[in-house]
């Protein structure tokens, strides 16, 4: 509760469009009967994984890390629901994200753009704030045009609102600062009155991420506790009047006393608790859609906007773009509920052109690739930190052998995916000179800044108000 800056709740409501005419005779009933082919002859016939008149259900799950999920080998029984429906779903193992803020990375979720590219930035620093520029087009514009019913819900009213382009293609959007228990409430009622048209549905839950208030990860239910057993240490989750992510914020600069590692393991069972409500609250919702009758012709994505940092390494929250932190969950979650785990290495950037070409739906200018047309193609997924117009403080490429970290374009780690997924043993020395990485990096930038300038932007800069940029500055994010 109260995750958004501690403001009190601030509710957005733009209602684009009123009525939607809802024009559809009738759903063409998708065959749920299970498919017993083989899994390649699935993956090449791209019929499977495409339904015209099927919903679609988003679902982002805000700084939850794909290594903490039951379904991606955690330790701890953090997502029984979501184990249980992703044995039914395609599993990304390798989904990673464009980049680990918040109101950037779902820019780039919902329109396939690299996050230079198309340049959507909260107010950092010195400079202004930037909408999702109108040259691009979101998910929901492109549901919207094929006759869906479109409904934006998230928890971010700060970001993820109608300011910075998260309405568009929207019949009815929210913004509310309020837990996925109050989310689903809003979400239930929308599902009881508008079952009965092809609609596309955008949900953001908040309850993973750090609070701002009291405690770093809380919700103020059972499962706070739920694997912090054992613990006897001292950690309030405040240090000399300053709390929650604040606090962990003055970790993350090193300009506090670190924690000891008893800390760091009870933080990371905090962290953990905050998971199972949210997987709790998405079995409500499937169990929503299941009565109003809409589950078996509906497509479910789950995702996450970034990870989080547990000291990995040496830092906390999502501000730098190690494995911790890029790697996502993805599944999908089609209605013929057919299970596979797909191993190679996907992006953020590839789940608008998949969902849509499931939705039959036409689409052009995206950086990603659908990932239900036949064999996912290798390639290199860059990561990071990168501000609009400018450069990438942290910037990370990820190949299926390799991965190459950069900080101000000054130093550089090279990382095996193979031996040392986590990222902690710094090959560089073994590797090309630094020179070779910071060119390849700065010819990244530069390709994708030229992207931007090429796209139409009728957008207005919105303006930082002072105390944005104090908050901003107390956790970190402003210099
Ligand atoms: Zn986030």
Redesign the pocket.
């Known amino acids: 509760m109260n995750k958004v800056h501690g403001n009190k709740i601030a509710i957005y409501i733009f209602i684009v469009f009123a009525i939607v005419a809802v024009a559809v005779a009738g759903y063409m009933l998708y065959d749920g009967t299970s498919d017993t082919r083989e899994k390649s002859e699935i993956q090449a016939d791209p019929t499977i994984y495409s339904c015209p008149d099927c919903n679609v259900v988003f679902i982002s799950i ?2 939850l890390s794909a290594k903490h999920l039951g379904c991606y080998g955690y330790f701890r029984n953090t997502t029984p629901f979501i184990d249980e429906l992703s044995a039914e779903s395609l599993l990304f193992k390798n989904a990673y994200t464009n980049s680990p ?2 109101m950037i ?1 779902h820019a780039s979720i919902i329109t396939s753009h690299s996050p230079l590219s198309h340049g959507a930035i909260v107010p950092y620093g010195r400079h202004d704030g930037k909408p999702i520029p109108y040259g691009v087009k979101t998910m929901a514009e492109y549901y919207q045009e094929n006759g869906f019913n479109t409904f934006g819900l998230t928890a971010h009213p700060g970001w993820l609102n109608n300011e910075y382009g998260f309405s568009r293609g929207m019949n009815e959007f929210l913004a509310i600062d309020e837990n996925a228990e109050e989310h689903n409430k809003i979400v239930f009622k929308w599902l009881d009155t508008n079952n009965s048209s092809k609609f596309f549905l955008f949900l953001h839950y908040y309850d993973v ?1 750090s609070d701002f208030k009291d405690f770093p990860y809380v919700t103020y239910t059972k499962y706070d506790e739920a694997f912090t057993n054992e613990y006897s240490g001292s950690f309030t989750g405040c240090y000399n009047g300053s709390c929650a992510s604040d606090y962990l914020a003055q970790l993350d600069r090193g300009v506090v006393p670190p924690l000891v590692t008893e800390d760091i393991n009870y933080l990371t069972a905090r962290y953990d608790g905050q998971i199972p409500y949210v997987d709790e609250q998405i079995k409500q919702l499937i169990e929503k859609l299941n009565a109003v009758g809409v589950y078996d012709k509906t497509l479910i994505v789950i995702t996450a ?2 990870g989080e940092e547990l000291a990995e390494h040496g830092g906390y929250l ?1 501000n730098k773009i190690y494995e911790e932190i890029a790697h996502v969950p993805l599944i999908m979650h089609f209605p013929n509920g057919i299970g596979r785990t797909e191993d190679a290495l996907v992006e953020s950037l590839d789940i608008l052109p998949t969902v849509l070409d499931f939705s039959d739906i036409n689409y052009s200018d995206v950086q990603g690739t659908s990932l239900i047309r036949g064999e996912i193609p290798a390639k290199k997924i860059y990561s990071g930190y990168c501000f609009s117009g400018q450069t990438c403080p942290t910037l990370s490429v990820r190949n299926e052998t390799t991965t190459v970290y950069s900080k101000d374009l000054k130093s550089f780690g090279v990382y095996s995916r193979v031996d040392d997924i986590g990222e902690h043993n710094n090959l560089i020395a073994e590797y090309l000179p630094p020179k070779h990485y910071a060119d390849e990096f700065r010819g990244y930038i530069d390709e994708q800044l030229e992207l931007n300038r090429k796209i139409e932007d009728s957008s207005v800069l919105v303006k930082a108000s002072n105390e944005t940029i104090e908050k901003l500055k107390k956790l970190g994010y402003v210099t």
């Open positions: 805000d700084t803020n918040t990375s991420h906007d970034h999502h």
